[in-house]
C-alpha cells in the first residue's frame, strides 16, 4: 500500500507569514488579539492561544488591546474603527490580498462595475467588497450570471478560487459587456496547489484532504478530488476511520494553505497505524510524495 | 418547397454609408479612385465602376485622383501618404472600423501588449495593426496562440468575427497574463446576422450563402452554416447548379453585409425557376423570411 502526499501540501507564503507576525508580536506584547481567526485552522488557532495570541469575535472584545489583522484583510470600516480608537494594529493580511483590495479599488474609481468571482460570506471576500463604494457583483461560479448587459466591467477574483472557474466567468461575459478588465488575482501557490492535488487524486483509490472545515481553499481541494476519487475532508488524525482504507491501494493526502505541517504528519502517522505500518516520520519533508516531481 | 431567406441578410450599416459616400462623391467630381475594393463585393464594385467610381490597387495608379478610403480602412501610412502628397481623401471607413482602430492605438499606447482576432491578411486587420507602432499578435482562433506568458495584454478583434471565437480566445489567455483588458469590437451586425443565418441553417436541407469569394464576413456564414447542412457559397444566380435542389424541401438563403439586395433577388428568383416555381419578387423584403421573427 502506497501513502502519499500531493505536493506543495500545507501552509502558504501568506499563511506563514501571518503566523510569523503574529509570534513576534506576541513576544512584546502580554497579549494580543486577533479579530476573527488569524487563519481558518482551529488547531493552529487554539495553538496560537496558548501563546497568547486570542481570538476576537467582534470590535467590543478587543478591548483597547493590539490587534492583529488576519490573513484574509479585514473590511475597511473595521480598519477605519481601529485607528479612530487608537488601537495598535498589526497588519497581518497577506500581501496577495491587500494587492487584490487595491485592484478592486482602482477597477472601480476607474468606472468599471466590478464583478468579484468568490464567496460572498468568505471573510476575504467580505473585506474585499468593502473596498468598493458602489454596487459589486459577487458571484461563486459563471452560473450564476444573470441576463444582463454592461458597458464596462472589471473582473477579480478572491486568492483561492480555480483559475478554470475564471476563465468560464470570463467566457460568458465576453457577449454580455463592451468592455472588461480582467486581473488574475488567485494566488499562483492556490492554483500549483490545486494542479498537484489533481495530479494525485487521479491516480489514488482514496483521497484525504486535511485542513479547516471553514477553509475556503481546503474545501477547493475536496471538491477537486471529489470528481475523480472517493474523498474525506478532516481536520484531525482522530476522525479517521480504519474502514476507509479496505481494498485500498493508493492513499493520497492533500492538505488546505492553512494547515499547519504537525497536523498533516498526525494524520500521515495515523493512517500508517491504520493500515498495519509499524513506520513513522517526524517531518513532512519525509512523506513521500511531498519533494518529489 | 421553401425558400426562405435568414432575417439580417445582406447590406450593413456600414456597406450602406460607404456606398452613398462614394455616390455623393462622384456627382461632385468627374473621376474618382478607391483604393482596394470598396467593399468586398465584384459586383457592386463593377456596378460603381459604371457611376466614375474606379477601383485602383496601389499608390501610384491614384494619379491624384479624389481617393475614397474603403469601408475596411487602410493602413495608417497610406492615409499619411495621401495626405503628404495633398490628395483629396474621401474616407469611407466604417465608423466602427474607426473606432476599432482607436482602441489598438490607445491599449497599446497605455502598455498593452495587443492581440487581435482576425486574419493578418485581410484588409481591415492589415488596417488596424499599422496603428500600433509595437509588436502585436494576430490569432485567427484560441488554437493559434503559443505557450508564453503576458503580464498585459489588449484583446481586440477584427469587426466581422464569431463572438465565440472571440470567447475562447478569452478564456484561453486568463491563465496566460496578469491582466487582460478585452474590447468587444465585433460588430452588432456581425452577431446578429451570423445568429440568424444559424437558425436558419438548423431547420434547412441546403444553404445558399451569397456574397463575394473574398468578403471575410461571408465566408463567416458559409462556415457556420457547413456544420449543419450542405452549403453553397455563390455570387451570383448563375453558379447556381438546379441539381443541388433535387429532393430539398427546406431551401435556405443568406447573404453577407456586403451583398447588394438586387444580387440577392437575383438568386432568390433563379432558385424559384430551377424549382419551377413562376413567381418572382420585385424586392429583397418580399422574400419570405427576411422581415419575419
Chains 1, 2 share one sequence.
Not at 131 to 140: N, P, T
Not at 212 to 234: D, P, Q
Amino acid at each position: 500500500m502506497n501513502v502519499r502526499i500531493a505536493k506543495n501540501s500545507g501552509f502558504c507564503f501568506g499563511v506563514k507569514r501571518a503566523i510569523k507576525i503574529a509570534l513576534e508580536a506576541s513576544k512584546k506584547n502580554h497579549e494580543i488579539v486577533t479579530l476573527g481567526s488569524i487563519i481558518h485552522n482551529p488547531q493552529m488557532v487554539a495553538k496560537l492561544e496558548s501563546e497568547g495570541i486570542i481570538k476576537v469575535d467582534n470590535f467590543d472584545q478587543i478591548k483597547k488591546r493590539p490587534t492583529i489583522i488576519r490573513s484574509h484583510g479585514v473590511k475597511k470600516e473595521i480598519l477605519d474603527e481601529l485607528i479612530k480608537n487608537d488601537i495598535e494594529i498589526i497588519n497581518a493580511t497577506c500581501p496577495y490580498v491587500s494587492k487584490t483590495q487595491d485592484y478592486a479599488k482602482s477597477l472601480s474609481e476607474e468606472g468599471y462595475y466590478l464583478i468579484i468571482l468568490g464567496d460572498r460570506d468568505h471573510p476575504e471576500v467580505k473585506a474585499l467588497r468593502s473596498y468598493v463604494d458602489k454596487e459589486v457583483l459577487i458571484v461563486a461560479n459563471a452560473d450564476e450570471l444573470e441576463d444582463k448587459q454592461f458597458k464596462k466591467i472589471g473582473i477579480i477574483s478572491q486568492t483561492t478560487r480555480r483559475v478554470e472557474d475564471l476563465q468560464e466567468l470570463v467566457k460568458k461575459l465576453v457577449p454580455k459587456c463592451h468592455e472588461m478588465r480582467v486581473i488574475n488575482t488567485i494566488c499562483n501557490a492556490t492554483t500549483v496547489r490545486q494542479n498537484s492535488t489533481l495530479n494525485l487524486a487521479k491516480v489514488s483509490d482514496i483521497m484525504i484532504v486535511i485542513g479547516g472545515k471553514n477553509s475556503s481553499n481546503t474545501k477547493m481541494l475536496a471538491k477537486i478530488c471529489e470528481s475523480f476519487v472517493k474523498t474525506y475532508h478532516i481536520e484531525i488524525a482522530c476522525e479517521i476511520n480504519k474502514k476507509w482504507f479496505i481494498n485500498k491501494q493508493n492513499i493520497g493526502l492533500t492538505a488546505g494553505a492553512s494547515t499547519p505541517d504537525w497536523v498533516i504528519v498526525e494524520v500521515y502517522n495515523h493512517i500508517l497505524e491504520c493500515v498495519g505500518n509499524i513506520n513513522k516520520v517526524e517531518n513532512i519533508e519525509d512523506i513521500p510524495g511531498f519533494r518529489e516531481d
